[in-house]
């Protein structure tokens, strides 16, 4: 790839694509996928070479999906060992604790990463863990958490991360869901302040799992827990084990991990990522979307429980030899101002959150940022949901000084990596869209009913996906039919995202919000995204979220939950200066039916507001909310439903 001017707002060191390069790969990578993955598979170290590249076929019942089939490697040595002799003593991992006053950060280099990834790899073998087994990591953001990734992958058993925020019960429905043979946990996880008591809730899902697992206890507080036949002490046994060993030998397509999605639409799946593909795609991404050049500290915000976290803040940024930041809090503690003191104090260069906390941020205001020195930040990163066009120029100038480009990220936990983003220097971009597809990725616009292809440009539908991409998902863990049925069952021969999108006159790509979440207003179908931008644009409102209720006129209405501002009081006027307000910005076809004021949103742990909870709201049918398993707050459900605007 060559160096030239950056094409839209200045990076400051030439990016790895420019504009021209961009569209050249992009052909390439889509009309010939074998030479193109042959020769960016290199960019790993493979054990056993690969000769076959790309073997998949999207056909109806014969959903078969492999990469570098034949090539064996292991993705633990990949992130740690070849780095070693050139860059042993440098920081591989800045850990970043909850509370700041208390506690110092920690800079983990790769030989330090090496040793305790070694050691911990010991002590699951001795604890009977074997290649293919299945471990559960359920554990706060600390080192221990990459550590226990990277072991499992050394001795090729495979893991499942369970976010510290959820239930014994979210805990034991995975445990069994994978048959996991042991459950990596700590005594306590802090976050914002207040403690989680893991071990406990470790118990208790164990009250509901097979005999015979084993429990292997980090000391993260050093807080009191019970203690039981079946758990082992972490740091004692890490203490005493051997710092040598060797990396077991994986096939490319060996599982590497399981995941659930977040369980915005539903039931959560059991996503299932396999070595090779996933290990190129992560670190390929991560290079060139972020524009990661060597010495880069680099700063995902996400946690490891999400797949944004396993590919963004440890696969991809160590299988690139990168700093990468983890961080145990959150961003409104001790103050709003964290996430920049963060940035400040290690000198990010490029930062990597979600649109919830840019919303939540931006309502907190700009003096929180202005505070820190950000001068070292060359790219921002957006992902997990729209950003608004009102929360991305707060984030271009506030956070970025209008110097930082902003990659808006779509992709899924399905993806295993980046699928639709602009490219920093080679994409001139557009607030709110995702603009082009990632090299590889062949995205296509479907008529939802029909399953036509719509061609062209200026048009909307439902988003699919062509043909294979390496980081692909290739199973729902012991459920393929399940696996056929949600992606491939809708429209033949697509992968089907789940999303709506509109390509616009220029070919760039907006998503518009999940398809389940159109609404239809007398004919006329309308994403949800496009109405909460509207609505998260007027000066009083900080977050919104929309969804449709039965209408006897309109077949559906508009249904808008509105947060206000800090300070902003509810009141008839405002309702009203909010109808005409979208109105005006969109159209009369838009304006809220009802809007109803609420205090907070339901939200996924992963900060995703969830739509499907506020559709049964709205449609006065509270009785049946499904799985609020996946909820951050459960308490917001209550008052919403108690000041539910549509009363039969
Ligand atoms: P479930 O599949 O269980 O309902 P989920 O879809 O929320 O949960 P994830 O895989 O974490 O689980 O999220 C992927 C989804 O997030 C995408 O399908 C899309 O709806 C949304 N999303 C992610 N990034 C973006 C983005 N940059 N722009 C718009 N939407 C995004
Ligand atoms: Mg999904």
Known sequence: MTTQTPS???????????ADDYARLYAASVNDPDTFWAEHGQRIDWIKPFTKVKNTSFTPGNIDIRWFEDGALNVSANCIDRHLAERGNQTA??????????????HITYADLHRSVSKMANVLKDLGVARGDRVIIYLPMIPEAAYAMLACTRIGAIHSIVFAGFSPDALGARINGCDAKVVITADYAPRGGRETPLKSNTDTALLHCK??????????????????DRDYDCNALMAEASDDCPPQEMNAEDPLFILYTSGSTGQPKGVVHTTGGYLVYAAMTHEIVFDYHEGDVFWCTADVGWVTGHSYIVYGPLANGATTIMFEGVPTFPDAGRFWEVCAKHKVNQFYTAPTAIR???????????????SDLRVLGSVGEPINPEAWNWYNEVVGKGNCPIVDTFWQTETGGHMLTPLPGATKLKPGAAQQPFFGVHPVVLEPTSGEVVEGNGVEGVLCIADSWPGQMRTVWGDHERFEKTYFGDYKGYYFSGDGCRRDEDGDYWITGRVDD?????????GTAEVESALVAHAKVAESAVVGYPHDVKGQGIYAYVTLMNGEEPSDALRKELEVWVRT????????????WAPGLPKTRSGKIMRRILRKIAEDDFGALGDTSTLADPSVVDDLIANRMNRA
């Open 8 to 18: 839209t707002q200045d990076v400051q060191k030439s990016p790895h694509v420019t």
């Open 93 to 106: 991992i800045i850990w970043e604790p909850d509370d700041p006053t208390k506690e110092d950060a920690q």
């Open 211 to 228: 005999e015979g697992l084993k429990c292997l206890v980090v000391k993260r507080t050093g807080g009191q827990t019970t203690w039981t």
């Open 360 to 374: 939540a941020l931006m309502g907190a205001g700009k003096e929180w940022v202005e505070k820190h020195d950000l």
């Open 518 to 526: 159109v609404i239809n207003v007398s004919g006329h179908r309308m």
């Open 585 to 596: 910005e969109i159209g009369p076809i838009a304006k809220p039916d009802l809007i109803q």
